[in-house]
């Protein structure tokens, strides 16, 4: 089996938490940062499972930055 490593941005929305893998835009939830992050490692895997390989390549972003700004406010 082969792995990838790809990037998981999570962020609490109200009582829970929102999971995105940016690279496939996919994402899950969960209670908890881990639930979410499970959720969307499953999701993901299904995504794999169940995909076309042309659908993979059209999906998948080969370059994906997570970075700060700074912004002026006011």
Same mark, same amino acid.
């Given at each position: 089996? $082969? ?20 690279? $496939? ?14 959720? $969307? ?18 999906? $998948? ?14």
């Amino acid at each position: 089996m $082969l792995r990838q490593s790809l990037t998981a941005v999570i962020e609490r929305e109200g009582t829970g938490y929102v999971a995105l893998c940016p690279e $496939l835009d996919i994402a899950s939830q969960g209670d908890t940062v881990e639930e979410a992050r499970e959720n $969307l490692r499953e999701a993901v895997e299904l995504f794999f499972e169940t995909a076309s390989e042309p659908e993979v390549q059209q999906r $998948l972003r080969a370059e994906v930055y997570v970075t700060q700004l700074d912004v002026a406010v006011g």
